[in-house]
């Protein structure tokens, strides 16, 4: 994995927050598993990147600015 980078969780803890979802919630929004958001909010490698673009669209941010470069 390439550690240039890091998903930005602010984003989608905000919206979970503003939206009043829980993991569970969200997850379920995603069509993903509870696991799956667990894995991407704890910024583990293994995310698949289609689970990110789903996440933009979602939230409404652009793909690009769910990533947080060093």
């Known amino acids: ?4 980078y890091k998903i930005n ?3 989608i803890e905000s919206y979970m927050q503003k939206h009043n979802l829980d993991v569970e919630k969200m997850a379920k929004l995603c069509g993903f598993e509870k696991e799956e958001l667990t894995i991407i909010l704890e910024n583990r490698p293994k995310y698949k990147l289609h ?3 789903r996440l933009s669209r979602i ?3 652009e ?4 990533f947080i470069f060093k």
């Open 1 to 4: 994995m390439n550690n240039n």
């Open 9 to 11: 969780t602010k984003m």
């Open 51 to 53: 689970q990110i673009v």
């Open 59 to 61: 939230i409404g941010v």
């Open 63 to 66: 793909y690009e600015n769910m």
